[in-house]
């Protein structure tokens, strides 16, 4: 099935789709010689691609010893501009107790955690010799660090406040192994921005990119016996999203959609949302979406497994206006426009701008049809319903004006349920 279509079926459980970068236009995908150079910051950087890796499952599992188990799904997604800088995004989302069941379409779960954690720098590129499709992006380590948490925070290491060392603090435990309760034993903070993102960012390393498909290869930063990429540039402070002044993320929702026991085949999507202030008047309206078929989750040991299907992430532009509660002055409603944009990646292989229009866009971006056999369960193409332009892919996927609740303390996002106006 085309992934674009399978995505909108499966949105009937109100899934939206996010990122980072700015207001600015560009181009697509990573052109020109065999090996670019770190250029000098301009004012306004152009979007020139952007690469979606597929997602990872991991799972935590204290069973039998305690009943208790995690699940996390994550991907990444490089967006890379016309100043040869980047913004690496890392999307998580994690469930304890995800039980789903054999027929129905009620699964349960109980949400933990989600982030969404942006990482900026600078890279150069090369082009492999036996494959021009394959590209290799060096990354520097970063030179900024921004982030939004639904356990309470939002943080930005180029605009570090009090708030933010409180609330970011690394915290050690000492565990009971007989009760399973813990107690906490140390506290770090970190006074500056400069001093998180010494703990917290990521060696130089290197990409392998799929410049037809969009597609990223997912690659774990942190691990201990990672290379660090000796072709990567020295780090710059780079000028996309420095206007950013505030986040919010929202808690994830766990969406089911189960064929059993008619057929073998079942999926299962975590979605979150983001809301982030690009200025005065300007937001950035993200939501974050993986989906997998066939998730097991054993009763013993830490092998799950599930078939990676479908992970999304789309921006949304446009203005704002917003209005404090008469009576919490913690609690902020923003008011948001219509989308004047969407940016969006999709591993199933594509990406697209509106403002930047492509062939390409337009083809891999069409609406498909399907008739579908209820014995046999086969499906036949009947209609594509391509997008001519930007405006018209706009006009047809954008959401009505809407208004989102926030609580200002722990930035957090009430879930919303966008309506799309086609």
Not at 43 to 54: E, F
Request: glycine share 6%; charged share 20%.
């Amino acid at each position: 099935m085309n992934k674009f279509l399978r995505l909108t079926l499966i949105s009937l459980s109100s899934i939206a789709l996010v990122g980072c970068g700015g207001t600015t236009s560009g181009n697509t995908s990573a052109e020109g010689a065999s090996t670019q150079t770190s250029a000098e910051v301009v004012d306004t950087p152009t979007l020139t691609g952007s690469y979606l890796s597929p997602a990872q499952l991991g799972y935590s599992n204290m069973r039998p010893t305690y009943n208790y188990y995690l699940t996390t799904f994550a991907f990444q997604n490089l967006e890379t501009y016309s100043d040869n800088t980047y913004c690496l995004t890392l999307s998580s989302s994690t469930f304890s107790a995800v039980i789903l069941p054999e027929e129905g379409n009620d699964a349960t779960g109980n949400e933990k955690n989600n982030s969404l954690v942006k990482y900026y720098g600078a890279f150069t590129s090369t082009v492999d010799d036996l494959d021009d499709d394959t590209v290799y992006y060096h990354l520097s380590e970063p030179s900024r660090i921004v982030g939004s948490d639904d356990t309470l925070f939002f943080y930005d290491t180029a605009n570090w406040t009090d708030d933010m060392k409180e609330k970011t603090a690394d915290v050690t435990y000492e565990y009971d192994a007989e009760t399973g309760s813990q107690k906490a034993t140390g506290r770090k903070q970190y006074a500056t921005g400069k001093e998180y993102l010494a703990a917290k960012k990521f060696s130089a390393v290197k990409f392998t990119t799929a410049k037809k498909t969009s597609t990223l290869e997912y690659i774990n930063l942190f691990a201990a016996d990672r290379e660090v990429d000796s072709k990567a540039p020295a780090t710059v402070t780079t000028k996309i999203d420095t206007a950013v002044s505030n986040g919010f993320l929202s808690p994830a929702q766990l969406g089911y959609s189960n064929m059993r026991p008619t057929y073998n085949y079942y999926l299962t999507t975590f979605a979150f949302q983001n809301l982030e202030l690009l200025s005065d008047t300007e937001y950035c309206f993200t939501v974050s979406s993986s989906t997998f078929s066939a998730v097991i989750l054993p009763e013993e040991g830490n092998d799950a497994t599930g078939n990676e299907k479908n992970n999304s992430l789309v921006k949304y532009y446009g203005t704002y206006t917003k209005t404090v509660d008469d009576l919490d002055d913690d609690t902020v409603y923003y008011n948001l426009s219509e989308p004047t944009r969407i940016i969006g990646s999709d591993d199933a292989l594509f990406f697209y701008d509106t403002d930047n229009w492509t062939d390409d866009m337009k083809e891999k971006t069409a609406d498909v049809t399907y008739e579908y056999d209820a014995e046999t369960g086969s499906q036949k193409a009947t209609g594509s319903k391509q997008y001519a332009t930007g405006a018209e892919f706009l006009a047809a996927k954008k959401f009505a004006a809407i208004k989102v609740t926030s609580a200002q303390k722990t930035h957090t996002l009430e879930y919303a349920t966008l309506v799309f106006t086609k």
